[in-house]
Structure formats: C-alpha cells, structure tokens
C-alpha cells in the first residue's frame, strides 16, 4: 500500500510539474510571437531557446529510458 501510494505521489507531482513547464512554455512562445514590438530576432531567439531545451529535455528523457531497463540496481532495497 505504502509503495504505490508513494508511486502515486511521485506520479502526480511529476505531471503537474511537467504540465505547468509545458503551459509555462506554450504561453512564452505566444507571448513572443504575439508581440508587434518585439523584433524578429528576439522572436527567432525566444523559439529556438524553447525548441532547443525540449529536444534536449526528451533525448536526456530516453537516453534514461533506455539505461534503465539494463540498470543492475534496480530491484535493490535499502
């Protein structure tokens, strides 16, 4: 019980943060390319840093994935 209510846990604060990057980072894009003000290079800029941390993000994500699943400390307890 203990275990899948720490799972559970774990899982939610995770996808909450996860959502909020997301919506955080959808509305900065908007944001950027909503604005008449704002130069294109600023615009290009603004989009290229996003783009560029989510690609990272997601290959840090699988590269993760995919060494978890060879991990020979995974069923250890402490």
Do not use: C, H
């Not at 941390?53 to 402490?78: A, F, G, M, T």
Request: positive net charge; proline residues 3%.
């Amino acid at each position: 019980m203990r275990e899948s209510t720490e799972k559970l846990g774990r899982r939610s604060g995770l996808t909450l943060l996860v959502g909020g990057v997301v919506l955080a980072i959808a509305f900065g894009i908007w944001e950027a390319l909503r604005d008449d003000r704002a130069p294109a290079l600023v615009r290009v800029a603004v989009v290229g840093i996003v783009v560029g941390s989510v690609i990272l993000l997601l290959n840090v994500w699988l590269q993760r994935l995919r060494e978890s699943k060879d991990d020979p400390y995974k069923d250890v307890e402490i």
